[in-house]
């Protein structure tokens, strides 16, 4: 079967890869706008390797890299209103920096001093603590959205999954909900072309992702996932339709996972250098970087200042969350049930109460 003839949306682009833009399709944000967007993936690109070598020096556990989907992240992120939802993943670190999160709220959850819940704002944040089980978020994702309109909210809410995600039921079941019942709902799916050792050629035959949005009677795009501006526009508009009553719609934003899938992974197994060193030349950090020179006379002392700004941000939150304490062993138990049911309630005294449990 030719998967093609369904529809094979093209790839939107704002930022063409030397830096240049593509009048048409610019946002024309304002320049602090901009610097922001770049600000923001400077701060997790020195945040996330910082990360990687805090598990290479054993004082983090197992952590996901970002590297290569800053634009992505940062670019969904910046789009949404405060009081929009947003549903992240173990990957979305930029995500969390975007929303407002400060380094140590993310870094808490890293070395095992908190989680993402221990703050005295987390339903005015309006941002979810990041799942593990792929794809549970998108039907979480759906229902927030439909009570926030069955309420009358003026919101919608952004979810955020890779490709690999595509094959799981929840995705299947939250999309096709979401059609039938027009939900304020922005699927956003990172396509970083793997799901651990999976290729996105052998996730699906579909000829792309966002064209699955068809088949659940809504529109699906695809933009250029490394250009930062292509991703705030399709993610801005998707919630603007959103927010007017025209349901959902999926964004795939074409991008590339860089790292590891996580830190206990090596990537050399299943996927070869050239492809990697492909992909970094359409690096989405040094694109933005090369925007600002172009559009707004970015400077080699501003961009000398910016990364020392992240350098430092990055080992003052790192030096402060170390010293603090870690969570109690009976942590566990906390956030999962709004009132504790009896049987677990058990389970925890009897937690607390053996001297066995390593704490
Ligand atoms: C329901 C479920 N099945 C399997 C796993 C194991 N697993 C963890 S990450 C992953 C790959 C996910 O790939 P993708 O959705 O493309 O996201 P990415 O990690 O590339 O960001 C799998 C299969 C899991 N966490 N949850």
């Known amino acids: 079967m030719d998967t093609m003839a369904i529809q094979a949306p093209d790839v939107t682009r704002v930022v063409a890869p030397d830096g240049t833009v593509n009048e048409g399709t610019d946002p024309e944000l304002s320049e602090s706008a901009v610097i922001d967007l770049y600000r923001l993936q400077v701060l997790a690109r020195t945040f996330d390797e910082k990360a990687v070598a805090l598990h290479r020096q054993g004082r983090i556990g197992t952590y996901a890299p970002l590297q290569g989907q800053e634009a992505a992240q940062v670019g969904a992120a910046y789009a949404l209103a405060d009081d929009d939802y947003c549903f992240p993943t173990y ?3 930029a995500i969390y920096l975007t929303r407002g999160l400060a380094l140590e709220d993310v870094l808490v959850h890293l070395l095992g001093k908190g989680n993402y819940v221990d703050r005295e704002d987390p339903a005015t944040l309006r941002t979810f603590p990041p799942t593990i089980p792929i ?17 009358g909210d003026d919101c919608a809410a952004l979810v955020s999954f890779g490709d690999g995600a595509t094959s799981e039921g929840d995705f299947h079941e939250g999309m096709n909900f979401a059609g039938v019942f027009e939900t304020p709902t ?4 990172q396509n970083n072309q793997w799901a651990i050792s999976m ?5 699906t035959a579909s000829a792309t992702i966002a064209q699955k949005a068809q088949a659940y009677g809504f529109e699906g795009v695809r933009v250029d996932g490394n250009d930062v501006l292509a991703v705030y526009t399709a993610v801005e508009d998707a919630l603007d339709a959103a927010k007017s009553g025209e349901g959902p719609r999926l964004i795939e934003a074409v991008t590339y996972r860089r790292g590891a899938h996580t830190t206990t992974d090596d990537p050399s197994k299943y996927r070869d250098d050239e492809e990697v060193e492909k992909w970094r030349q359409k690096d989405p950090v040094e694109r933005t970087r090369e925007f600002l020179e172009d559009a707004h006379g970015w400077s080699a002392t501003d961009e000398e200042k910016l990364r020392e700004w992240a350098d430092q941000r990055v080992a003052e939150a790192v030096a402060e969350v170390e010293t603090r304490t870690g969570l109690d062993v009976d942590a566990i138990f906390e956030h999962v049930y709004a009132e504790t049911p009896e049987r677990l309630r058990r389970q925890r005294e009897r937690v607390v109460d053996n001297p066995e449990v390593e704490r």
């Open 91 to 93: 990957r979305d670190h």
């Open 135 to 151: 794809a549970t978020q998108l039907p979480h994702a759906v229902g927030v959205s439909m009570a926030a309109d069955y309420r």
């Open 186 to 189: 922005v699927f956003f799916c």
């Open 199 to 203: 290729p996105r050629e052998r996730q």
